[in-house]
Structures are given as structure tokens and as C-alpha cells.
């Protein structure tokens, strides 16, 4: 069975500063590892994901997140929070073995991006 | 469409009532996914259909949540007998084939009165 874990249902930061929302997994198979942003009212939208390969996943708006297998860990970060970054962000792995790409989510970070 | 679609967009429903919600996928995607998030919690799995085969309804949380997709594209989530437990926002999702990118709609907000 796959599991996630996101510390921190709520994160505040200041416009400029760094965002770091952290992510831990449990999975018995090598994960395939997401992060997506949800805006209030609005459906999931990919930020990045990590299949194989590099371990550290560009995505967009600025995110980037690092595989750590060594930890079990997909923290998502970027450098200089904006405004517009406030939203809710949900980290998921799948496993593909099973013959589908179903998602386990975490429970979701509230990020809070303050003046 | 350019994205998945769902109607309705909200459904306020009486205790006991059956209800329907349809998805539609993106044009093409074999892959289609219905999720229920509840109140505060993430996104929870509840069946995967690949083309008109339903290879996966472990999620379904009781015989009352019964989902199809006759022709492979437009897909039903069909709740029978609704109960406040059941209010919820229900994401369908779509990708173009195993292991592509999932895309989600803006969910149908279902709230059981």
C-alpha cells in the first residue's frame, strides 16, 4: 500500500520569501512521484512530477521538488513566493504496477502568502 | 472540449435522492478517473476506466456508487440513495493512455441535505 504525508496543513510566508512544502511517502515499488496546486473553486493542475531519472524536477511557476530516496521524501519549493502562489497544494505518488496510474494524495498544504 | 468537463458544477441533493454526474474527458483519452474529496482532504480514489472497461472500482465506497462509460468517452458517477456522508466534490480526471499525464476538471460540488 502507498501512502503520503504532507507536515503542515497550513504554511505562511512572506512575498519574496522562500516556500518549502514538505512531502514524505511510503511505497513498496519505485514511486512515480506528483505535485499539483489547487485554486479555490478549481480543479487539480499539474506543478511537476517525477518518474525516473534526475531527481530534481523542474515544474512550473517556479516549483521545483527533489526525489530522496534515501529519505522518502518530495519536497516541493521555490525560491520567491508571489502572491498569486496562495493556494492549496496536494503531493501524490502511484505506483504503475497495478495497470493504472491511480493517485494516493496527501491531505494538502494551505499555502498563505503574506505582504 | 480543451479540458475535462463536468456537469452539473454543483448539486445540492435531499437525503435519499439518486444523483448522476458526468464527465466529460479530453477528446482521445483512453484513461478516465473519478476521485472524491472530501471537506478538507485530499483527492481519494474511487474507480479507473480504460476506454469502456472498468479495470478498477476498488474506491467505490459502498453498492450505492455505481460508475459507467458505455462508449469509452463520456463517463456517468451514478450515487443511489444519497447520504450526508456522500457531499463531497467529486474530480473526474483523464489521460491520454497509462502513465500519461492525469488531467482534472473542476469537480461537481455535491452537498446531501
Known amino acids: 500500500a502507498q501512502s503520503v504525508t504532507q507536515l503542515g496543513s497550513h504554511v505562511s510566508v512572506s512575498e519574496g520569501a522562500l516556500v518549502l512544502l514538505r512531502c514524505n511517502y511510503s511505497s513498496s515499488v519505485p514511486p512515480y512521484l506528483f505535485w499539483y496546486v489547487q485554486y479555490p473553486n478549481q480543479g487539480l493542475q499539474l506543478l511537476l512530477k517525477y518518474t525516473t531519472g534526475a531527481t530534481l524536477v523542474k515544474g512550473i511557476n517556479g516549483f521545483e521538488a527533489e526525489f530522496k530516496k534515501s529519505e522518502t521524501s518530495f519536497h516541493l519549493t521555490k525560491p520567491s513566493a508571489h502572491m498569486s502562489d496562495a493556494a492549496e497544494y496536494f503531493c501524490a505518488v502511484s505506483d504503475l504496477s497495478g495497470g493504472g496510474n491511480k493517485l494516493t494524495f496527501g491531505t494538502g498544504t494551505q499555502l498563505k502568502v503574506e505582504l | 472540449g480543451a479540458g475535462v468537463s463536468q456537469s452539473p458544477r454543483y448539486k445540492v441533493a435531499k437525503r435519499g435522492q439518486d444523483v448522476a454526474l458526468r464527465c466529460d474527458p479530453i477528446s482521445g483519452h483512453v484513461s478516465l478517473f473519478w476521485y472524491q474529496q472530501a471537506l478538507g482532504q485530499g483527492p481519494e480514489f474511487l474507480t479507473y476506466?480504460?476506454?469502456?472497461?472498468?479495470?478498477?472500482k476498488s474506491g467505490l465506497p459502498s453498492d450505492r456508487f455505481f460508475a459507467e462509460r458505455p462508449e469509452g468517452s463520456v463517463s456517468t458517477l451514478k450515487i443511489q440513495r444519497t447520504q450526508q456522508e456522500d457531499s463531497a466534490v467529486y474530480l473526474c480526471?483523464?489521460?491520454?493512455?497509462?502513465?500519461?499525464?492525469?488531467?482534472f476538471g473542476e469537480g461537481s460540488w455535491l452537498t446531501v441535505v
Open positions: 480526471a483523464s489521460s491520454l493512455k497509462l502513465g500519461n499525464t492525469i488531467y
Open positions: 476506466f480504460q476506454n469502456e472497461a472498468q479495470l478498477d
